[in-house]
């Protein structure tokens, strides 16, 4: 269902509205529209303004090149650090579920609270329900003590995408899940980048300098945990007070809708007979089941795939494989 033209995030999963419209409702429940800052390639831009049409043109931040969190989260937030000295940044993935919203809003306030008074990096640690390999984990550490009416400690040691063997003694071990939903001044961050990530750090001064593009061209792809939060000695978590999901596989989706009187989860037209724990997803047309269990079927206008939810996390596989016709990768795809 995604592609490099229509990512997941201009997809309806947790919701009946793409994720993109579902993740700004969150962050205007936050703050005015006029601090909400959508950070996405130029090939992405035009989209995610006709899923918002009523976006504002300043609040998308257009990254010259894709080269990883870890570079875009430092130009936002020296960009952002121009305007408001004192800002404080939430970082919000556009492809979660999350569920109470008001339990989602008062942590991060009192996130926020915590990020200023501790000077620190925070990051928001969920509760695990279940052995995930595809999530990252966090161990927790000493509490911090401003953090009162919450759970909140440094962050001890960061573990990325264990196997299922692995991700139970984490479990068993009281590690939580990494969200990736950030909370930091632009400031400290900024201070942390230049502290513990010198191959970001030495290029800083191309923004200084108004040479944006060069700062994209010259810096690596990274991701912000591998450059920054598993470096410093400032980092933090919350621990979250409302369900969250990565909405990453079709088991996430089975997850955040609900089945019915025999556990199928049919989204879109759908109809399931005789059958039990099937999730159907039709983008195009209808999908009738009979006398089958256990299956994922997902109907677009051109393809329709078939597999069982046991197979259906190896999808990657699939995909390796799949021809251009079939809805596989083209070669200039990313």
């Known amino acids: 269902m995604s592609t490099a033209h229509r990512p997941k995030q201009l997809l309806p999963l947790a919701s009946e509205r793409p994720l993109i419209v579902d993740t700004m409702r969150r ?17 992405l831009a035009e989209r995610f303004q006709s899923a918002l049409p009523d976006l504002a043109e300043e609040c998308l931040m257009v990254e010259a090149q894709a080269k990883g969190t870890a570079p875009v989260l430092a130009w936002s937030a020296w960009h952002l650090q121009q305007t408001d000295p004192d800002a404080v940044i939430v970082s919000l993935h556009a492809d979660h579920m999350i569920r109470p919203e008001e339990g989602f809003r008062e942590l991060v306030r009192n996130a926020v609270r915590v990020a200023r008074t501790e000077d ?8 695990p329900d279940r052995p995930e390999t595809g999530y990252g984990y966090i161990e927790p550490g000493e509490s911090l003590e401003s953090a009162s009416g919450m759970q909140a400690f440094r962050v001890r040691s960061f573990i990325e995408k264990p196997d299922m063997d692995a991700a139970k003694l984490l479990i068993a071990a009281g590690n939580l899940w990494n969200t990736g939903i950030f909370i930091w001044t632009a400031k400290r961050f900024l201070e942390e980048v230049r502290e513990v990530a010198p191959e970001i750090a030495v290029h800083l001064p191309l923004l200084e300098e108004g040479r944006d593009l060069e700062f994209f061209e010259a810096v690596p792809n990274v991701a912000v945990d591998v450059a920054v939060l598993e470096r410093s000695d400032r980092v933090g978590a919350v621990t979250a007070t409302f369900a969250w999901d990565d909405v990453g596989s079709w088991e996430a989706l089975a997850r955040t809708r609900e089945g019915d009187a025999a556990q199928n989860v049919l989204v879109g037209s759908g109809f399931a007979t005789e059958a039990t724990g099937n999730l159907t997803y039709a983008e195009d047309g209808a999908i009738v089941l009979f006398g089958v269990d256990d299956l994922v079927v997902v109907r677009t206008e051109n393809v329709t795939l078939v597999t069982t939810r046991d197979r259906a996390p190896e999808l990657k596989i699939l995909l390796a494989q799949l021809p251009e016709e079939f809805g596989g990768k083209a070669p200039q795809d990313e």
């Open 120 to 127: 620190i990096l925070l990051t928001v640690a969920a509760p």
């Open 27 to 43: 962050a205007r429940s936050l703050t005015s529209e006029d601090r909400i800052r959508i950070l996405t390639g130029a090939h």
